[in-house]
């Protein structure tokens, strides 16, 4: 059986955004940041490769938040895209990277991670948290394989037999 590989998106996947926190500037002040329940023991104990993928305009301001989140050490690499399409890029190579990889991606948009993970054939779990947790799916492509609520629910559905 194939090695699992994890991608996973950042915003309203790792952590919930905080939404009083309007404009981009506004992340300068802040000193602290939480990740959602379950991710960090999740991160530094389940046994697979491990990607971030996640877009923002300006890139230090991803960057802040990982370090705030304290995750960084957990990902084998980490990149950072100013558009939500060039998460399927980043996808594809990662794929080309990684022939021997059983690839999932667990994000928080069916119109982004979910649509690019599945229109690769990749294995996708929608974690419906956050700002886009009620958008309605446009097509098959926008539909995950798994969908969570929590987190701490991710390390059962990537233990059960696809």
């Keep these: 059986m ?3 590989l994890l991608i ?10 905080d939404r009083s926190i ?4 506004d992340w300068e002040h802040v000193t602290s940041a939480e990740p959602s329940s379950g991710v960090l023991d999740f991160l530094h104990n389940f046994s697979a490769k491990k990607i971030l993928v996640t877009k923002e305009t300006y890139p230090y301001l991803q960057n802040k938040k990982i370090d ?6 957990f990902f084998d690499k980490i990149y950072i895209c100013h558009k939500n399409e060039e998460k399927k890029e980043l996808f594809s190579k990662i794929i080309a990277e ?5 690839i999932w991606v ?12 599945n229109e690769l054939g990749l ?3 929608l974690i419906k948290q956050g700002e886009y947790k009620n958008l309605k799916a446009k097509d098959n492509f926008e539909i995950p394989h798994h969908e969570i ?4 629910e991710l390390e059962n559905v990537l233990e059960c037999k696809q």
């Design 149 to 152: 609520f929590h987190f701490t």
């Design 68 to 73: 705030l989140l304290g995750i960084r050490e």
């Design 123 to 125: 294995i996708t779990v």
């Design 2 to 4: 194939n090695s699992k």
């Design 98 to 102: 990684n022939p021997d990889h059983e």
């Design 106 to 117: 667990m994000g928080d948009r069916i119109d982004s991670e979910i649509r690019y993970g």
């Design 22 to 25: 309007k404009k981009n500037e």
């Design 8 to 17: 996973f998106d950042l915003d309203d996947t790792l952590f919930v955004r």
